[in-house]
């Protein structure tokens, strides 16, 4: 099975800070690689795919990239709306799949 | 649009099974490329992807509980039905269903809260 690491697993961040979350994959997967955001007590949602295609709707602020094992999540300019939790998922295995560990984005 | 939703019993008894049933609309899962996944999140843990079923019924499960799994499909009732049997105090969780398209997981449900406890 693929392994996928997250780090850190929580950071503490400001309104209007630089983010970067980083995934890493247990071997080289593409660019099969997704991004999602989960708020408390709400679903995850589906942020980018593919390592760098972000989801209608998702605000511009979000960008993804990295291919083969390394991966990065950024949030270019933090908003009070995006503390949250941030989960990372490989598609390389599709149908099988699986997360990473998560990362907590709090205050 | 696209929506789910899962229903399932609140409270399980260990050894008992676990029926799962998510019900969608706006999408059809005969559709070529269209899936439906199940996921799961233990209270404060990760989420873990369980299982998914194909427009072709083709089905997958994830490597540590596929001797407990099965999913199946109703699309004339537009249904996905998850059964996991010997549930024991670990499988408590929030499960969701999301529709899955090229490995991602792009509509999800709001989830379903199971306890399993005597």
């Known amino acids: 099975d693929i392994q996928v690491t997250q780090s850190p697993s929580s950071l503490s961040a400001s309104v209007g800070d630089r983010v970067t979350i980083t995934c890493r994959a247990s071997?080289?997967?593409?660019?099969?690689l997704n991004w999602y955001q989960q708020k408390v007590g709400e679903a995850p949602r589906l942020l980018i795919y593919?390592?760098?295609i972000l989801q209608r709707g998702v605000a511009s602020r979000f960008r993804g990239s990295g291919s083969g094992t390394d991966f990065t999540l950024t949030i270019t300019s933090l908003r009070p709306e995006d503390f949250a939790t941030y989960f990372c998922?490989?598609?390389?295995?599709?149908?099988?799949?699986?997360f990473g560990g998560g990362t907590k984005v709090e205050i | 649009q696209v929506t789910l939703r899962e229903s399932s019993p609140a409270l399980v008894k260990p050894t008992q099974t676990l029926t799962l049933t998510c019900t969608f609309s706006?999408?059809?899962?005969?559709?070529?490329?269209?899936?439906l996944s199940w996921i799961r999140q233990p209270p404060g843990k990760a989420l873990e992807w369980v299982a998914l079923?194909?427009?072709?019924?083709?089905?997958s499960y994830s490597t540590s509980l596929k001797t407990r799994l099965s999913i199946s499909k109703d699309t004339s009732k537009n249904q996905v039905t998850l059964s996991m049997t010997n549930v024991d105090p670990m499988d408590t969780a929030t499960y969701y269903c999301?529709?899955?398209?090229?490995?991602?997981?792009?509509?999800w449900g709001q989830g379903t809260q199971v306890t399993v406890s005597s």
């Open positions: 999301a529709r899955t398209r090229g490995g991602f997981l792009d509509f």
């Open positions: 706006g999408f059809s899962l005969n559709a070529t490329g269209m899936s």
């Open positions: 079923i194909d427009w072709d019924d083709e089905k």
């Open positions: 071997q080289n997967i593409a660019t099969y």
């Open positions: 593919s390592s760098s």
């Open positions: 998922q490989q598609s390389y295995t599709s149908p099988l799949l699986s």
